[in-house]
């Protein structure tokens, strides 16, 4: 059986997690005596917490301390793509992928060795919901375009107008919402859809 595609995949970031047999103490030591900002702290009372120095931040959690208690924290672009990779290639998860209430959609793998990795990706549904009242607008677009849109809101797993709503929100910010692999996408998508202008083309649209 050939082996499966490796997908394209970003890292933004590794964290990796420490346990300590006194989260209090391990805090006080890190910040105060190391230099440390705190981050935050999880759950009542705190078993885990975030410290950080200059934009690298370390994990803390209450747990006997042993080098096989910890884990190494990967946040990737698309965590599903690489679970999907994972389990096709006989990887031991030892925790399934799902949305977990801390923000972050991730799963937990055993290397060889035993060590536990974790790989995830940040959801935004996280928080307190917000009110709204949608309003019908009338929108023409261009074929290719309306094309290119709706497979890029099903690649994304949202609706078309819940897409257009993220690019009018990250354009007002004056940013992109697309990372990396999503930009790859996207340019497969131009060509499957034969999108042969740039983006001032608009301005030159004629309709027929």
């Given at each position: 059986?050939?082996?499966?595609?490796?997908?394209?995949?970003?890292?933004?970031?590794?964290?990796?997690?420490?346990?300590?047999?006194?989260?209090?103490?391990?805090?006080?030591?890190?910040?105060?005596?190391?230099?440390?900002?705190?981050?935050?702290?999880?759950?009542?009372?705190?078993?885990?917490?975030?410290?950080?120095?200059?934009?690298?931040?370390?994990?803390?959690?209450?747990?006997?301390?042993?080098p096989n208690a910890g884990a190494v924290v990967f946040m990737v672009n698309?965590?599903?793509?690489?679970?999907?990779?994972?389990?096709?290639?006989?990887?031991?998860?030892?925790?399934?992928?799902?949305?977990?209430?801390?923000?972050?959609?991730?799963?937990?793998?055993?290397?060889?060795?035993?060590?536990?990795?974790?790989?995830?990706?940040?959801?935004?549904?996280?928080?307190?919901?917000?009110?709204?009242?949608?309003?019908?607008?009338?929108?023409?677009?261009?074929?290719?375009?309306?094309?290119?849109?709706?497979?890029?809101?099903?690649?994304?797993?949202?609706?078309?107008?819940?897409?257009l709503e993220e690019i009018l929100l990250h354009t007002n910010d004056g940013?992109?919402p697309h990372t990396a692999s999503q930009l790859k996408y996207i340019e497969?998508?131009?060509?499957?859809?034969?999108?042969?202008?740039?983006?001032?083309?608009?301005?030159?649209?004629?309709?027929?």
């Open positions: 059986m050939a082996s499966p595609t490796v997908p394209f995949i970003e890292c933004e970031k590794m964290h990796v997690t420490l346990p300590v047999s006194d989260l209090a103490a391990a805090i006080e030591f890190y910040v105060t005596k190391l230099g440390f900002r705190l981050g935050f702290t999880w759950g009542e009372p705190a078993f885990f917490a975030g410290v950080a120095l200059g934009e690298v931040e370390i994990f803390l959690k209450q747990d006997t301390p042993g698309d965590a599903d793509a690489l679970y999907e990779f994972h389990r096709a290639n006989g990887v031991e998860v030892v925790e399934e992928i799902a949305d977990r209430e801390y923000g972050i959609r991730d799963y937990a793998v055993k290397d060889l060795y035993g060590y536990r990795l974790v790989f995830g990706h940040y959801i935004y549904n996280a928080g307190p919901k917000i009110r709204i009242e949608r309003v019908d607008v009338p929108v023409r677009l261009e074929k290719r375009l309306a094309g290119l849109l709706q497979d890029l809101a099903e690649h994304k797993r949202m609706s078309v107008g819940s897409c940013v992109g497969e998508l131009k060509k499957k859809h034969g999108i042969d202008y740039d983006s001032h083309a608009s301005y030159r649209f004629v309709e027929e």
